[in-house]
């Protein structure tokens, strides 16, 4: 960025970035959807964020687009983008015009950038809206993995694009939409289920300060989708049958949650805030080693009485949804 200032902190919080963009005159941040909603929900002075901010750029995890309107509402910013890349893709690849109104997309290729979304069982290519893996060519693209042939060749397909692992489609006008990881979405008799769009209706519940999508195994199904659930603290007595009652309706029948509704004390994440699934699904397994008392009705839920490794990017999401509505009894 010619004439820039570049500004990193050495650990991320949400009071830290709050600070340094006040403290330092920020005007221009890239940012994790995990910190965009810091910005949405987290007490602090709006005025000392929108005074300066102009342009925030958020890649990293598919974006819930409530968060996008929340801090739309909540700052006044000239200009709020998703983009996508990779290391292998030797950075961003993608990239939202400006003044696209399009909340739900990471944009269009970049000059130079060729991408294809073909289906993952028969690579074949998939038409505008049909859900595949996205594959990637571009002149920066990383050509091998430093002595791991291995790793090179399950990187690349035979035509030499990257394979991202990411479910995305593409719509009419080019522009690309990321699903979820492919190693994450489940396969519910052969249907996919993404788990961020269950997600996002979850995070819709007042009740609900934070949740996690996964899939339980199921001798009949294959897979069937499952919530774990961190409740907001100004509603204790939420249940199990509201929040499958919250889902129910809102998306298609084989997406809802016959998995069951785990509450657990906080959604354990990594320290760039992605959710840490596998870990998540080692919860049955210590429910039956621990407890004896595996929940075999999926209309019960079961709650954790073993705690994540806590991490400090979650360290603020309990407060969040609690400060958002004082701002708004005041």
């Not at 690849?93 to 073909?118: A, E, F, H, I, R």
């Not at 090179?152 to 479910?167: H, I, N, P, R, Y």
């Not at 809802?256 to 870990?279: A, D, H, T, W």
Request: net charge positive; aromatic share 8%.
């Amino acid at each position: 960025m010619n004439g820039a200032t570049l500004i990193t902190i050495p650990r991320y919080t949400s009071r830290m970035m709050i600070e340094m963009i006040r403290d330092y005159k920020i005007s221009h941040v890239h940012l994790t959807p995990l910190m965009l909603q810091a910005l949405a929900y987290e007490s602090y002075e709006t005025e000392d964020v929108s005074a300066t901010l102009k342009s925030i750029v958020v890649s990293g995890a598919p974006l819930d687009v409530n968060i996008v309107k929340a801090c739309r509402e909540r700052i006044n910013v000239e200009d709020l983008r998703e983009s996508y890349g990779m290391t292998e893709l030797g950075g961003v690849c993608t990239w939202s015009y400006y003044g696209c109104n399009k909340l739900d997309t990471v944009g269009v290729p970049l000059p130079g950038m060729l991408m294809k979304v073909v289906n993952w069982e028969t690579k074949k290519l998939c038409a505008p809206r049909q859900t595949g893996q996205l594959l990637v060519l571009g002149p920066q693209v990383m050509p091998n993995f430093y002595k791991n042939p291995k790793a090179t060749t399950e990187l690349f397909d035979s035509t030499g694009f990257v394979k991202t692992g990411d479910a995305a489609y593409y719509d009419e006008n080019g522009f690309i939409y990321i699903m979820d990881r492919i190693k994450d979405i489940i396969k519910y008799k052969g249907t996919l289920v993404c788990p961020s769009e269950v997600e996002s209706i979850l995070r819709s519940h007042p009740g609900i300060d934070d949740c996690a999508v996964v899939g339980r195994q199921d001798h009949v199904a294959g897979e069937v989708p499952a919530a774990f659930v961190v409740k907001n603290s100004n509603h204790p007595l939420l249940a199990s049958a509201e929040v499958r009652q919250h889902v129910s309706g809102k998306i298609a029948q084989f997406k809802e949650l016959r998995g069951g509704v785990y509450f657990i004390s906080e959604i354990p994440r990594n320290i760039c805030g992605k959710i840490m699934r596998r870990q998540l699904k080692q919860y049955w397994d210590r429910e039956r080693t621990t407890n004896k008392q595996e929940t075999t009705n999926p209309q019960v839920a079961a709650v954790s009485k073993e705690k994540p490794r806590r991490s400090s990017t979650a360290d603020s999401l309990k407060s969040m949804r609690n400060n958002s509505k004082a701002r708004k009894q005041k």
